[in-house]
């Protein structure tokens, strides 16, 4: 069965600190997308990582995919208040079918 | 730019009915994704067309099914609506599939569709 996992689901944290989302999946892809989701909104394109190895960077958010560990990590640097959001991985198994994860809600307090 | 529109925003339904959706692409992009994303949960991938042919369906039953107009539109049909059906459907485009930058969806703001 085709499984993406984002660990952890929610996440609350202060102001300044640094944190990690995880997001594992069960197939083989070298294709993998970070989306944000505020309450209410649609979706928001954050990163598309295309290759083992990648990674980019926007602002205080970086992603990196590793597809032999079949691993990603969304990593928050001196996180501020408006980096509250839902944040979801998705991964595509082929001809353009994303399977994606159930979500990571993060809330930072001032 | 203009960005993915839908329509309608909310639309409430009782069980046994039909309901139509529609999306808009982006000038530019031939392809146009349906997701169902029920209350809580992750998205879950129910259509894609490209250049007016169904390319990929996801794991749904054929009351769902849709179709893209030569002006790249979609409209997402579900017929013998269940209670089960009520989530947020967001429609998506993207250039054609190959092109620099094809590989990204841009997603509308969703229709939220309530079946009592």
């Known amino acids: 069965e085709l499984k993406v996992e984002q660990n952890p689901l929610f996440l609350s944290m202060q102001e300044g600190k640094n944190y990690t989302i995880y997001c594992n999946y069960s197939t083989t892809s070298d294709r993998l997308y970070w989306y944000r989701q505020d309450p209410g909104k649609s979706l928001e394109s954050l990163f598309v990582?295309?290759?083992n190895g990648a990674v980019k960077q926007e602002g205080r958010l970086m992603a990196s995919l590793d597809t032999k560990a079949r691993l990603s990590t969304l990593h928050i640097t001196a996180a501020v208040h408006d980096l509250s959001a839902t944040y979801f991985c998705?991964?595509?198994?082929?001809?353009?079918?994303?399977?994606w994860g159930a979500g990571t809600k993060l809330i930072i307090k001032p | 730019e203009a960005g993915v529109t839908q329509s309608p925003t909310h639309l409430i339904k009782t069980r046994g009915q039909q309901v139509t959706l529609r999306c808009s692409p982006i000038?530019?992009?031939?392809?146009v994704y349906w997701y169902q994303q029920a209350l809580g949960l992750g998205l879950q991938f129910l259509l894609w067309y490209d250049e007016g042919e169904e390319r990929n369906r996801g794991n749904f039953p054929p009351r769902f099914s849709g179709r893209q107009f030569p002006n790249y539109s979609s409209e997402l049909n579900v017929n013998a609506l269940e209670l089960e059906d009520s989530a947020l459907y967001l429609c998506a485009s993207s250039l054609k599939m190959g092109e620099l930058g094809g590989e990204t969806q841009y997603f509308g703001p969703g229709t939220r569709l309530l079946v009592l």
């Open positions: 998705a991964v595509d198994v082929g001809n353009y079918q994303l399977i």
């Open positions: 000038s530019g992009h031939t392809s």
């Open positions: 990582l295309l290759s």
